[in-house]
C-alpha cells in the first residue's frame, strides 16, 4: 500500500492511550490480533513511531476497534478532537451493538418459565420511555402467548395510533422480535423504535451511523418528513414480525403513487444528508 501520513502513528497512540482502562501496546497488539495473523507489541510500537506501516487489513481492523474512519485516521489531527467527542464515538459503538449497559425487562409464567408476550398499550407510551426496563411497570399490563411466533425469541406487542404507516390503521396491534445488535437491521425494515423522550414509534430505519451517529425513521404517509435520531436517544429497536389488525388493510391505490412517495423519500434523505454536513 502507499506511505501512510505521519498523522496516523500519532492518532494510533492517542486513541489507544485515551481507553479507559488505558490499553497497553501489547493489549492493543492482542485486541487487534486473529488466529491468522498475530499482531505483536513491537508492531504496535513501530506503527505508533513511524517506522512501520500495517497492511490494508491491519488498517481495517484498527479502524474498527476505535470506531473511527480509516480517512479520518490517515489524515485528521485527532489529538485535536475533544476529548468528550472520542468518548461519545466508543459509547455509541457500545450501545449500538448492545455490548453497553441495556437493560430489557422480560416477565416470564411462573408455571412454565416461557417468556410472556406483552402488550403496551397506547395509553402506556409514555410511560414505557422510562419503564421499559423495570418489571414493576409490567405488572399490570396484559400478557400473551402466540404459538406461531418462532421460539427462543423475545417478543413485545404495541398498540399503534395515527396515520403515520398506512397500511397499518390506528387500533393495530404490532408484535416486534428484540434486536440486540442495531448494526444487523437491514436498510428501510419496519421497526418498533423506543426513543427516551417518544415512548415508542413505528417507523422504517435507515442507517445514518456512519455521517452522524444516528439512525433516521421514515413514515410511509407523505404527510410526514423522515427525522432524524441520535443513536443515543434510543433504548430499544425491534423488527416488526406480526400484526393483528380488526379490519382488512386497504391496497394503496396504484404504483405510481409508491414511485411518487420513493422520490419524495429520496429528496428527503438528501436534504438530510445536507443537514449533517453542516
Known sequence: MSKIPSKFGKNLRFLRQQQKPKLSQTDLGDQLS?????????????????????????????????????????????TLMDPMTVQKRENTEEHISGKGMRILAIPTDKETDE???????????AGYAAGYSDTSF?????????????????????????????????????????IEDWKTIREGSVCIVTTKSEGFVLKKVYNNINTNNSF?????????????VSALEISEMWRLVAHISRDFPEKEANDSLSEMQEAIWRLDQEVLNIKSKK
Open 34 to 78: 486473529t488466529e491468522q495473523d498475530v499482531v505483536s507489541r513491537s508492531a504496535v510500537s513501530s506503527y505508533e513511531d513511524g517506522r512501520a506501516e500495517p497492511n490494508y487489513f491491519r488498517l481495517e481492523r484498527i479502524s474498527q476497534f476505535f470506531n473511527v474512519a480509516i480517512d479520518d485516521i490517515l489524515t485528521k489531527d485527532l
Open 115 to 125: 417468556e410472556n408476550i406483552v402488550l403496551v398499550p397506547e395509553k402506556a407510551r
Open 138 to 178: 409490567f405488572k399490570n399490563l396484559p400478557k400473551y402467548t402466540l404459538p406461531f411466533l418462532p421460539k427462543g425469541k423475545t417478543y413485545r406487542a404495541f398498540e399503534i395510533t395515527g396515520d403515520s404507516m398506512p397500511p397499518l390503521e390506528e387500533g393495530t396491534i404490532i408484535i416486534g422480535e428484540y
Open 216 to 228: 433516521i425513521l421514515k413514515s410511509t404517509n407523505l404527510k410526514y418528513s423522515p427525522y432524524e
